[in-house]
């Protein structure tokens, strides 16, 4: 224990501070992600770190959820592989520092431009073990990628945002770094064009890896693979979206680095929202929300909008298909997009069976 | 196999029950004459029977909401059913159960290529959700070897898999979002057209629960566009140790298959004497398939090639035409049905760390020796779900018992080597006892406490998954 915060160095440490604590406890990994207010004693899990064990065979990784994310990605990069959802990096967007730790990217469900390809943060997740509000160690799933034995709690603790328990350790099926890439570029769409152009191409057989607009910019495919299978596909492409314009084809991804990130919303004044709506609504969506700024990543699928400070965007838009959560912002606004009926019940009565004493969320004490 | 004891209060209610049911659905919806309920005595697992209470087929959410509510105000176990396709028991009912079968609810309410997504009524089957859009040019990934026969429904509450999932995922990883009935009859809608559903992940949950959580009556499934092409390579090697290497070290060299599929040498003997693939008589055989163009297929296949050939193959075979890769594949895809040519067999589902391949393989053989029991392993080599299949006799006293307890052990085996006992089949009745094996009272506590929140009085499907002695206070409160 030094600094700030508890900082518990084994997972029977961290069961041992759990099971002692009184009050509200705020959950820090590296403290570059969380959206939910902070309450209560910091309870720090970086001293929960490395690598339980790495199989590059059988694509799998375990990790100890303290695990700096840039040290896991290094240990990956050395044998050709990652995690397949490409981890945005919220630093900039956010205006925060520190490491990311791989517990709080699961806490956080936080997936980038590659989730319409590789799926989320949750579909690549296969094993957890964490501790509930009673101190107690739970283990879920487990190294292995395709895993029916009981209830998939491992998806329940992905983007649960802390409320249900610590996590201690997390588990990965991991995907080979491609050869090469290529970036296909048309310009001068409107949103509703851009959607378009980027449904069509997701429609498409040539497996679209990234799919994003920003206005002004540009719209922007990615695909990736062996170089002849990259090169083929381009060209593939460029044929199939030649009624939506004229397509540029870049050599290499490095654009996708600030797609991920949201950095065309980075550094800015007002609040940031992030919406996952059904692809083919975000322009009308984006025309009633009135934004400062925004851009669309998942082919519409996700919309990053920079907002007023203390807009209430769900207010504004009333219902849709989708959510929206307030990344960043000032007042009142709950970050999450609040559930009603039925399913608030349902999220209350898991946070009261794995958080008794509501040290985790302030929820509880609504429901 | 322990099944609870009926509750005679329900029993003895049935006239009430029945009425009741009759009151909120068209006379041709309810089934409860002992003759006609046998037909859902049992599922795919048709070692254990027990006909029902009764039997409904609603046609919509309303239906099956009308139904719930009134089973939760009697007090009866309800035990969903798609299909009936289950290997584990997962429709197994209790004489006291209403069996609530989803197969009249088959309608494909929307089909979105732009969003890529289709919406459709859950009694629907694996196969036909495909068959809406493949004319499109579009698929649903999930492919379970029962995908003629086996419902959405089924393949949600077993989170199935399937031969493609080393590239496409599982059921849960192409479900978008559903709408499911509580057990008091309340309606939700968890997720939709869009990705990454509100809120704590429900959904993520609600996959693979088995029916314990909530009878699910439509689904948005993800849909893809169809690759341009596919094209196996076989190829067969001295030993297990040799094609569990090679495996690893394609998936080393960046290849991702959308296949691998391992065969062992009684597998391939017997298939052999049934198929007549052609297949060559080795230790172990390894089916692999990539897709795309005809060039880029040419490109995998050639990387893999040169990978399998540093392993000194007995035989490598590349499908030069459509119907060379048809053969290459008759014999898998025949295995299970020579099998059952041969003997009456147990088919199991344990999934294992790739890299433990040839010890698990080695173990099983020992295993076969000391039980007096052959067995043939098919395995999705790439993912590490095993499916080990167990010959017996039924019409031998004893030989059943025997076979179960050697998958058993083999199961138990699978979780020593860090892996699962069941990839894809789910747990049901026939695993349910092994749970303690793979899971602490601690990990099996916070699983029940999510069905408590979702079915207070535990009458759904409430006697599989879990050990008995585990539920019975839940289950009797």
Redesign the interface.
């Known amino acids: 224990m030094k600094g700030q915060g508890m900082r518990p160095a084994t997972e029977s440490e961290l069961a041992e501070v759990i099971r002692e604590a009184r009050g509200r406890l705020t959950i820090r990994g590296g403290g570059t992600r969380a959206i939910l207010p902070e309450a209560g004693a910091v309870l720090e899990t970086m001293g929960l770190t490395g690598v339980e064990l790495y199989e590059p065979g059988a694509l799998t990784l375990v990790v100890r959820a303290g695990t700096p994310l840039a040290q896991v990605e290094a240990t990956l990069a050395a044998e050709g592989q990652r995690l397949p959802f490409e981890v945005p990096d919220f630093r900039a967007v956010l205006g925060r520092a520190g490491d990311s730790t791989l517990g709080g990217v699961v806490a956080a469900n936080a997936s980038g431009p590659r989730r319409v390809q590789a799926g989320a943060c949750r579909d690549s997740l296969i094993g957890v073990r964490f501790v509930t509000g009673e101190g107690t160690v739970v283990k879920n799933g487990g190294r292995v990628m395709k895993n029916v034995t009981g209830y998939d709690l491992v998806k329940l603790m992905a983007g649960s945002w802390g409320q249900l328990g610590v996590l201690s350790e997390v588990s990965f099926k991991l995907l080979p770094i491609p050869e090469t890439g290529a970036t296909l570029v048309l310009r001068g769409l409107s949103d509703g064009q851009a959607v378009a152009a980027l449904s069509a191409a997701l429609g498409s057989p040539y497996e679209v890896s990234g799919a994003a607009h920003l206005p002004g910019q540009g719209t922007f495919l990615r695909i990736e693979g062996f170089a002849n299978s990259v090169a083929y596909r381009a060209e593939q492409l460029r044929k199939h979206l030649a009624p939506h314009g004229t397509v540029e084809v870049e050599e290499g991804t490095a654009r996708w680095a600030a797609i991920r990130d949201a950095a065309p919303l980075a550094g800015r004044a007002g609040d940031v929202w992030r919406l996952s709506v059904k692809p083919s609504d975000a322009p009308g969506l984006v025309a009633r929300m009135g934004a400062e700024a925004h851009f669309l990543d998942w082919g519409g699928g996700l919309i990053w909008a920079l907002m007023a400070p203390g807009t209430d965007l769900r207010a504004r838009l009333g219902a849709f298909a989708g959510h929206a959560t307030r990344m960043k912002g000032e007042g009142a606004v709950p970050a999450l997009h609040p559930q009603t009926g039925a399913l608030a019940e349902l999220e209350a009565g898991l946070r009261r069976r794995f958080d008794p004493r509501g040290l985790f969320s302030d929820a509880l004490v609504a429901a | 196999m322990e099944m609870p004891k009926p509750n005679q209060m329900v029993l003895s209610a049935k006239a009430r029950i029945v009425a009741r049911l009759r009151d909120v659905l068209p006379a041709d919806s309810v089934i409860e004459d002992e003759a006609e309920t046998r037909a859902y005595e049992c599922d795919a697992l048709t070692a254990y029977r027990c006909p029902p209470l009764a039997a409904v087929l609603p046609r919509t959410t309303e239906e099956v909401a009308a139904v719930l509510r009134i089973c939760h105000e009697e007090g009866v176990p309800v035990v969903p059913r798609g299909s009936g396709t289950s290997l584990a028991g997962g429709a197994l009912p209790t004489a006291d159960a209403v069996i609530l079968g989803v197969a009249r609810m088959n309608a494909v309410l929307e089909t979105?290529?732009?969003?890529?997504f289709v919406h459709v009524q859950t009694g629907r089957t694996n196969l036909s959700v495909t068959g809406a859009v493949e004319a499109d040019?579009?698929f649903y990934a999930p492919d379970p070897s029962s995908q003629l026969a086996c419902a959405i429904a089924g393949n949600i509450a077993?989170?199935s898999?399937g031969a493609h999932?080393l590239k496409y995922?599982?059921t849960?990883?192409n479900l978008l979002g559903v709408t499911m009935v509580?057990m008091d009859g309340?309606?939700?809608q968890?997720g939709?057209?869009?990705?990454?559903?509100?809120?704590?992940?429900?959904?993520?949950?609600i996959?693979?629960?088995e029916g314990q959580l909530g009878v699910v009556t439509e689904a948005w499934l993800r849909i893809l566009?169809?690759?341009?092409g596919a094209r196996p390579v076989l190829m067969g090697f001295d030993s297990n140790e040799v094609a569990g290497a090679c495996?690893?070290?394609i998936?080393?060299?960046?290849?991702?298959p959308v296949a691998i599929e391992f065969m062992d040498r009684p597998c391939i003997e017997a298939t052999e004497a049934f198929a007549k693939a052609g297949y060559p008589m080795c230790e172990a055989l390894l089916i692999i398939e990539v897709e795309?163009?005809p060039?880029?297929i040419d490109?995998?296949l050639g990387v893999i090639k040169s990978i399998a050939l540093r392993h000194n193959p007995v035989e490598l075979r590349e499908a030069a035409d459509e119907d060379q890769a048809k053969r290459i594949w008759l014999g898998r895809k025949s295995a299970f049905g020579a099998m059952g040519q041969i003997n009456d067999y147990m088919c199991l589902d344990g999934?294992?760390?790739?890299?433990s391949l040839p010890y698990v393989l080695r173990r099983i053989g020992e295993m076969s020796r000391d039980f007096g029991l052959d067995v043939a392993n098919v395995f999705?080599a790439g993912?590490?779900?095993m499916h080990p299949l167990i010959l017996f006799d039924a019409n031998k006293p004893g030989d059943l018992e025997k076979c179960e307890a050697f998958g058993a052990e083999i199961l138990k085996l699978c979780v020593e080597v860090?892996?699962?006992?069941?990839?894809?089949?789910?747990?049901g009745i026939e695993?349910r006892d092994l749970?303690t094996v793979?899971?602490?009272p601690?990990?099996?506590?916070?699983?029940l406490?999510?069905?408590?929140?979702?079915d207070p009085k535990w009458l759904l499907n409430p006697a599989k998954?879990?050990p008995l002695h585990v539920t019975a206070s839940r289950r009797a409160a």
């Open positions: 979105d290529y732009d969003n890529r040019g579009f077993m989170n898999g999932c995922g599982v849960t990883n509580l309340r309606v939700v968890v939709g057209p869009f990705m990454d559903a509100a809120g704590l992940d429900l959904l993520g949950v996959c693979g629960s566009p169809k690759p341009e495996v690893a070290d998936i080393k060299a960046g290849v991702l795309g163009s060039a880029e490109e995998q999934t294992i760390p790739v890299s999705h993912d590490g779900n860090g892996g699962c006992l069941t990839g894809e089949h789910g747990v695993k749970m793979q899971f602490a601690d990990d099996l506590e916070a699983q406490r999510v069905k408590d929140v979702f998954v879990f």
